[in-house]
Structures are given as structure tokens and as C-alpha cells.
């Protein structure tokens, strides 16, 4: 690893005798403490965020109608939001989906209507809705010039 490390180092440099006994004055120990738990939480960031809807636990014929009932008003069935203040769900995270109706319904997160909405959702009720929300593909078409 310390060969990987010294790629970006200038290739002419004296080399000192600390350098030559194992300190290498650019990758030290602190530095490794302080830079691989942030790496760590990078990647583990990027594998959860990206977690597509195929991988998600619930059932997606059953979050559509689980949508048409409690979300379709505000958020659309298709996940279009019918309301200004209403956020679009369409083709969100599995992640995102999951961990915003965990918290509105413990009370970890506070709105008015989503808090009494998730109350009543039930933890096959959450994944089935993540199902569906994060399997609706969103398309974009840029405007004419």
C-alpha cells in the first residue's frame, strides 16, 4: 500500500533518514485515522442511496394500492406531487423513501399531515410503498431552444 500512497509525490526528493526508516511524512497514522472513517461512510453512503427499487423488500403492486389510498391526494399515485408543499416521490432512493416515513411516523421528523398519515403505516405498509415510489422511472425533457 505505501507504493499506492506515494503516487502523487514528486519522484525527485532527498530522501531523509526517517523517510528511509518507515516515517513517511505525507501518509501518517493520523492522517489514516482521520481520512479512512470518512471513506468508510462515503462508500457505505453511495452503496445505500443508490439502492435501486428492484432491491427493495416490499411489493410493489401492493404499494401502488397502498399509494392509491393514503399518498395519491398530496403526492400523486404516480408520484407527482398534486400539492405546492407536497414533495415528489417518484423514483426516490429505496433509502430516502424508507428512512423519511420511519421518521414522520416516530416522530423523529414533524409535519402536520405525514406524521398522522405514517402513524398508520405499518412496516409492510413503508416497504411496499418504497416499492412502489422508488420503481416509478422519471423521464426529463429539456425544453425546445
Same mark, same amino acid.
Not at 60 to 81: F, N, T, Y
Not at 100 to 124: I, P, T, W, Y
Given at each position: ?27 501518517? @497514522? ?7 472513517? #470518512? *471513506? =468508510?461512510?462515503?462508500?457505505? $453512503?453511495?452503496? &445505500?442511496? +443508490? ?18 389510498? @393514503? ?7 404516480? #408520484? *407527482? =406531487?398534486?400539492?405546492?408543499? $407536497?414533495?415528489? &416521490?417518484? +423514483? ?28 398508520? *403505516?405499518?412496516?409492510?405498509?413503508? $416497504? ?18
Amino acid at each position: 500500500m505505501r507504493g499506492i500512497c506515494r503516487i502523487a509525490r514528486p519522484a525527485a526528493r532527498p530522501i531523509s533518514s526517517t523517510y528511509r526508516q518507515g516515517a513517511d511524512p505525507l501518509i501518517t @497514522s493520523k492522517t489514516l485515522a482521520f481520512v479512512l472513517p #470518512g *471513506l =468508510a461512510a462515503a462508500c457505505l $453512503a453511495t452503496a &445505500l442511496i +443508490g439502492a435501486t427499487a428492484a432491491e427493495a423488500a416490499g411489493d410493489a403492486a401492493a404499494g401502488r394500492k397502498k399509494a392509491a389510498q @393514503s399518498c395519491a391526494a398530496c403526492h400523486g399515485i404516480d #408520484g *407527482l =406531487a398534486k400539492l405546492p408543499n $407536497a414533495a415528489n &416521490l417518484a +423514483g426516490e432512493s429505496v433509502y430516502y423513501l424508507d428512512r423519511q416515513l420511519k421518521a414522520f411516523r416516530s416522530g423523529d421528523r414533524k409535519d402536520e399531515n405525514m406524521s398522522v398519515v405514517a402513524k398508520a *403505516l405499518s412496516d409492510a405498509d413503508i $416497504a411496499d410503498l418504497v416499492a412502489w415510489y422508488s420503481s416509478i422511472e422519471v423521464t426529463v425533457t429539456l425544453p425546445k431552444k
